[in-house]
Nanobody
Framework: QVQLVESGGGLVQAGGSLRLSCAAS????????MGWYRQAPGKQRELVAA???????NYADSVNGRFTISRDNAKNTVNLEMNSLKPEDTAVYYC??????????????????????WGRGTQVTVSS
């Protein structure tokens, strides 16, 4: 199938920067939107930023102007550059991808299925 692996989380002081990366691997046919979500303790998971295969982006109001999402379609990777971090940015950050992937058929050949995959998450902690 498909796996998403995040990296780049950690502990940073308020005002600092971090860069998150996510790599998708497996039987990928194509990837539509990729994005980053976050979930703070006691809160619901929320969209942070998303990017389509064509490069259109969407940001949560709380991070607009501070975070930048980018992707490399050839490498199936998506990055999140986070600047001017605030304590309220503290959360587990999850990579998300809408993937069309290949599935072998019993009689030979491949068929494609669509699914929304998630990474396991990476912790970002911003100290005040």
């Amino acid at each position: 199938q498909v796996q998403l692996v995040e990296s780049g989380g950690g502990l940073v002081q308020a005002g600092g920067s971090l860069r998150l990366s996510c790599a998708a691997s497996g039987s990928i046919f194509s990837i539509n939107a990729m994005g980053w979500y976050r979930q703070a303790p006691g809160k619901q998971r929320e969209l942070v930023a998303a990017i389509t295969s064509g490069g259109s982006t969407n940001y949560a109001d709380s991070v607009n102007g501070r975070f930048t999402i980018s992707r490399d379609n050839a490498k199936n990777t998506v990055n999140l550059e986070m600047n001017s971090l605030k304590p309220e940015d503290t959360a587990v950050y999850y990579c998300n991808a809408e993937v069309t992937y290949n599935v072998p058929q019993a009689m030979g050949g491949l068929t494609q299925l669509w699914y929304e995959f998630w990474g396991r998450g990476t912790q970002v902690t911003v100290s005040s």
